[in-house]
């Protein structure tokens, strides 16, 4: 069973535009859900976290909005650039014992 | 200095060979994962180990087995390859004592069985 369920697969913006990608998860449980960015050959990277006890955060182009009662977060990448073209993965995890990773998002921002 | 690190980067192999992969992290981190990523980049958890023990063994044959002689290294074994095997392996580590969990992957082993 998919414990975080990831939408959507792949994902065509244009240079300027918004990137949302939404995540929904289950478990009550999870107190921790980060996002990390793949590029081509690269092992995934944190780009960025947040815990339930808020409910957007921001790191410069980057946004995690996250609604506890809907149980769902997303990100947010304002301005997408070329070099924001990845694949992206949220995830989410009770107390750091396991992590629970959804299916990825392959965002291409078209110049 | 790299945080976690895994060897080879590329392994060609042919089909029924024996091959390793190994993964040692400087983070001090106390749990390490494998995980297999396949074709959809969909990223499959397969074993994980805290202090040395196994603690997560998700379904996967037999012919693969971790090996973690202390808790900053964990080795993948797998007998018997198969074509199917073909996949992109990554290492990870956790440390429930560092912020945000410190959750970090290796660069990869990129596997091909022919």
């Given at each position: 069973q998919q414990q975080v369920k990831q939408s959507p697969q792949s994902l065509i913006v244009q240079k300027g535009g918004i990137s949302i990608i939404n995540c929904a998860y289950e478990n009550t449980a999870f107190d921790y859900f980060p996002w990390y960015q793949q590029f081509p050959g690269k092992g995934p990277a944190l780009l960025i976290a947040i815990r339930p006890d808020v409910s957007e955060k921001k790191e410069g182009r980057f946004t995690i909005s996250f609604n506890k009662s809907a149980k769902q977060?997303?990100?947010?990448?304002?301005?997408?650039?070329?070099?924001?073209s990845a694949t992206y993965f949220c995830a989410a995890s009770n107390t750091g014992n396991q992590f629970y990773f959804g299916t990825g998002t392959?965002?291409?921002?078209?110049? | 200095d790299t945080a976690v690190s895994q060897t080879p980067k590329y392994l060609v192999t042919q089909m029924g060979n024996d091959k390793s992969i190994k993964c040692e992290q400087n983070l001090g981190h106390d749990t390490m994962y494998w995980y297999k990523q396949d074709s959809k980049k969909f990223l499959k958890i397969m074993f994980s180990y805290n202090n040395k023990e196994l603690i997560i063994n998700e379904t996967v044959p037999n012919r693969f087995s971790p090996k973690s002689p202390d808790k900053a290294h964990l080795n993948l074994h797998i007998n018997s390859l198969e074509l199917g095997d073909s996949a992109v392996y990554f290492c990870a580590s956790s440390g429930r004592q560092s912020a945000n969990y410190g959750y970090t992957f290796g660069s990869g082993t990129r596997l091909t069985v022919v």
């Amino acid at each position: 069973q998919q414990q975080v369920k990831q939408s959507p697969q792949s994902l065509i913006v244009q240079k300027g535009g918004i990137s949302i990608i939404n995540c929904a998860y289950e478990n009550t449980a999870f107190d921790y859900f980060p996002w990390y960015q793949q590029f081509p050959g690269k092992g995934p990277a944190l780009l960025i976290a947040i815990r339930p006890d808020v409910s957007e955060k921001k790191e410069g182009r980057f946004t995690i909005s996250f609604n506890k009662s809907a149980k769902q977060f997303s990100l947010h990448i304002m301005d997408s650039q070329p070099g924001d073209s990845a694949t992206y993965f949220c995830a989410a995890s009770n107390t750091g014992n396991q992590f629970y990773f959804g299916t990825g998002t392959s965002l291409t921002v078209i110049p | 200095d790299t945080a976690v690190s895994q060897t080879p980067k590329y392994l060609v192999t042919q089909m029924g060979n024996d091959k390793s992969i190994k993964c040692e992290q400087n983070l001090g981190h106390d749990t390490m994962y494998w995980y297999k990523q396949d074709s959809k980049k969909f990223l499959k958890i397969m074993f994980s180990y805290n202090n040395k023990e196994l603690i997560i063994n998700e379904t996967v044959p037999n012919r693969f087995s971790p090996k973690s002689p202390d808790k900053a290294h964990l080795n993948l074994h797998i007998n018997s390859l198969e074509l199917g095997d073909s996949a992109v392996y990554f290492c990870a580590s956790s440390g429930r004592q560092s912020a945000n969990y410190g959750y970090t992957f290796g660069s990869g082993t990129r596997l091909t069985v022919v």
